[in-house]
């Protein structure tokens, strides 16, 4: 096994133990970590961007198939820029418009409790910006 892939699986290893805290993780064949939030899927993947520099991948699809909407894209740019953690997508397709929230962060070195604590901002974010943008079919899950 290179360095490069010892370092990505040793931080796949803590993203999973962290993320078990809150969610049922599962692990794909590609090493990538899936899970839900209430609704909203998410994904995490690591990667090695330079020698001493990998980072963790969250991306959460906030909602897909919505109504072709500029008032919508409009107002997710604008969200996108009051600072969250993470950026906010929106994707033209056939069946509407899909929206999601990626956030990519260096993370080598980090414990559990406070890389638990960071990917849940995140995705807790995600699932209010779907709860605005569709509406929360299980409030009392959060």
Request: proline share 4%; with cysteine; charged share 20%.
């Amino acid at each position: 096994m290179t360095q490069e892939a010892a370092t990505t699986a040793e931080l796949m290893t803590a993203a999973r133990q962290a993320l078990e805290a809150y969610h049922d993780v599962h692990v794909d064949d590609d090493g990538a970590l899936t899970f839900r939030h209430s609704e909203v899927p998410c994904a995490v993947q690591a990667m090695q961007l330079a020698e001493g520099l990998t980072v963790l991948s969250l991306t959460c699809v906030v909602a897909w198939d919505l109504p072709q909407d500029d008032k919508l894209a409009q107002s997710a740019a604008e969200r996108a820029g009051q600072g969250l953690f993470g950026t906010l997508g929106v994707v033209r397709t056939e069946r509407g418009m899909d929206v999601t929230l990626r956030y990519a962060f260096p993370a080598q070195g980090m414990d559990a409790s406070p890389l638990g604590t960071l990917l849940m901002l995140v995705v807790s974010t995600a699932s209010q910006l779907r709860n605005e943008l569709v509406g929360d079919p299980h409030p009392s899950e959060h």
